[in-house]
């Protein structure tokens, strides 16, 4: 039976409208100008801010030029920076973090758990600007808490934000993101039925041996969507800033810092629209294999 | 008689375990229980000697501070309005009129807004709001904000759209009512927990956010909170501890409050998957 429909295509278009205006302005019409924009010698001042010159592959091959790529402050450096910082702090710091928490959750007493759970959400949803300064304060060299408790403790002070910055970045994405994680295995725990666990439980399965044999390989696909989503995200963060501004000395300049400089500071928009389509193209991949494995994922459903 | 020992000790070394970690995750916020409340409050934890209320005072007597405020709100909520109102009717139409090619429609954007997001999408956005004149002006926050979230917000109500049944609807227009009435009357009410949902999430995702009204204002008058907070800076470029800590607990409470809400509402899991 072909089902009638319950708004005529004309009527459906009209309520498609505001949104696709919208969407079509702010999210479609920036992705092609931005590719146009990375071809020219658009600036933010000056003669070339109003009539651009055609400069074909320049900025391109300006970010990519050999002498200058690994030096600090530049493409190269910046690309592989943040891949250092999403491997660490997505995921290993956010994932495997993430899945200890929520299979460690499971079994502790009801009012640990909210306590833990309301910390760890509450640093993901807190407005960045304020995480910033009450990270900044958390680490301040004579009056942080960081070294308060060091001293307590009898081990020696840090300087974290000048002397291990990147660490820094790291520790701090991973205790702003773990939260998304942690919530996603939750539900994907949560999902089992109780009977599998309660089998191993008569077998005396120790609770390693429950997360390595039982949990871990039906959460599989969780895993990977989880892994995907945090890379993403994690790969176009600009939080960092607020905390090190990408110093000292470009240490911390990962490719959304470094394209904020050469784009808002250097006042250079050719280059910074070049980094954004090297960016988009990045995220383009990602996205695609995101939705290939979802794709795969639901087909395996109704299989 | 030794198995149950050994369950009750990995009981107590998960639940040590946990508390660590929960307190690790607490350590750099904990400042901000006492310093909002001392007035002579530095960056090192102290408790309050006397306890009092003068930082916020002294907040409440800074125009600008307070007007950072209301232009978070103005742009929050007027993002708010139109991701609603525009994911809304999109979706509806996405799932329920024969419009050729919707599933697609809806993977595209979804694609697109991925893809034009955070670092990439700032020099681009930048340029198409230059070339609308618009600006610093706050209209061109609130309608960046809504492009970019409509996309994610459609692909959630579309979900819970085509979770519920045709059949109220249907049964509506046998019993004579337009396709708008059967719309506004009998889908809208039962749609209502997912606007909320897209509200509060909406609502959450542009009050915090910093790059964006940095890049598109500059005049002063014009700065969310987010961005009038760096105003509490000396000129030596060091921060007024007292008046920051007791501005970004404000600045921080309506998120807090819409947190508690929804997850007394729903049950925070809810909230999991949905963060831009």
């Known amino acids: 039976m072909r089902q009638f429909s319950l708004l005529s295509r004309r009527v459906g278009l009209v309520f498609m409208a505001p949104a696709g205006i919208l969407v079509a302005t702010f999210v479609i019409a920036p992705f092609f100008w931005v590719i146009f924009v990375s071809f020219t010698n658009r600036s933010l001042l000056g003669r070339t801010a109003v009539h651009p010159d055609f400069v074909g592959f320049a900025n391109y091959l300006h970010l990519f030029d050999p002498s200058a790529f690994f030096t600090r402050g530049e493409f190269g450096f910046s690309l592989i920076l943040t891949t250092q910082f999403v491997i660490l702090s997505a995921l290993f710091g956010q994932a495997l973090l993430g899945i200890v928490l929520a ?5 502790v007493p009801r009012p640990l758990k909210a306590i833990t759970e309301a910390m760890v959400i509450g640093a993901w949803i807190l407005p960045e600007v304020v995480i910033g300064f009450a990270w900044f304060a958390f680490l301040d060299y004579d009056n942080g808490t960081a ?20 660490w820094v970045i790291v520790v701090f994405n991973t205790w702003r993101g773990t939260a998304f994680s942690m919530m996603l295995f939750n ?74 400089r050469v784009a808002f500071k250097d006042f250079e928009f050719g280059k910074g629209a070049a980094v954004g389509v090297m960016v988009m193209l990045i995220n383009l991949c990602f996205a ?15 299989a | 008689m030794n198995r149950q020992f050994r369950l009750f000790a990995s009981r107590m070394g998960f639940s040590v375990l946990t508390a660590l970690i929960g307190a690790g995750f607490a350590l750099p916020l904990i400042w901000f229980l006492f310093a909002p409340f001392n007035a ?17 005072a002294e907040v409440f007597r800074n125009g600008f501070a307070l007007r950072g405020l209301l232009n978070s709100l103005v ?71 809504a492009g970019g979230l409509m996309p994610t917000a459609m692909f ?8 519920i049944p045709r059949s109220y609807e249907e049964s509506a227009m046998v019993a004579g009512a337009s396709p708008l009435q059967a719309f506004f009357d009998v889908a809208l009410p039962v749609i209502r927990p997912g ?47 007292t008046l920051l800590a007791a501005y970004s607990l404000l600045y921080s409470l309506p998120v807090i409050a819409l947190y508690l809400f929804v997850s007394w509402k729903f049950g925070f899991r809810f909230f999991g998957g949905i963060k831009a």
């Open chain 1, 103 to 107: 299979w460690l959750l499971q079994s």
């Open chain 1, 147 to 166: 070294n308060m408790i060091l001293s307590a403790l009898h081990l020696p002070r840090g300087d974290w934000l000048l002397g291990m910055p990147f």
């Open chain 1, 187 to 260: 539900s994907a725990f949560a999902s089992i039925p109780p009977s599998y666990f309660q089998a191993a439980d008569v077998a005396g399965a120790s609770s390693f041996q429950k997360f390595r044999d039982i949990g871990l390989p039906l959460i599989r696909g969780h895993v990977v969507t989880d892994l995907i989503l945090i890379t993403m995200w994690t790969f176009n963060v600009f939080t960092p800033f607020l905390l090190t501004h990408g110093g000292p000395s470009y240490r911390t300049e990962l490719l959304s810092i470094y394209t904020y």
């Open chain 1, 288 to 302: 695609l294999f995101y939705l290939w494995v979802a794709r795969r994922r639901s087909h395996e459903v109704k």
């Open chain 2, 40 to 56: 002579r409050a530095e960056l090192g934890i102290a408790i309050p000697d006397p306890f009092t209320l003068s930082n916020f």
């Open chain 2, 75 to 145: 742009e929050s909520v007027g993002g708010v309005i139109l991701v609603g109102l525009g994911a809304t009717l999109a979706s509806y139409a996405l799932s329920r009129s024969p419009i050729p090619g919707k599933r697609a429609i809806t993977y595209v954007l979804l694609l697109f807004s991925s893809v034009v997001s955070g670092s990439a999408a700032m020099v681009p956005i930048f340029l198409i709001v230059t070339a609308l004149r618009l600006i610093d002006t706050q209209l061109a926050v609130v309608l960046v904000f």
């Open chain 2, 156 to 163: 959630i109500l579309r979900d819970f759209i085509d979770g």
């Open chain 2, 195 to 241: 606007i909320v949902v897209i509200v509060v999430w909406a609502f959450v995702n542009i009050w915090g956010s910093f790059l964006i009204p940095f890049i598109l204002l500059r005049s002063s008058e014009k700065m969310p909170a987010s961005v009038a907070i760096y105003s509490f800076y000396s000129e030596a470029g060091t921060p007024v501890v």
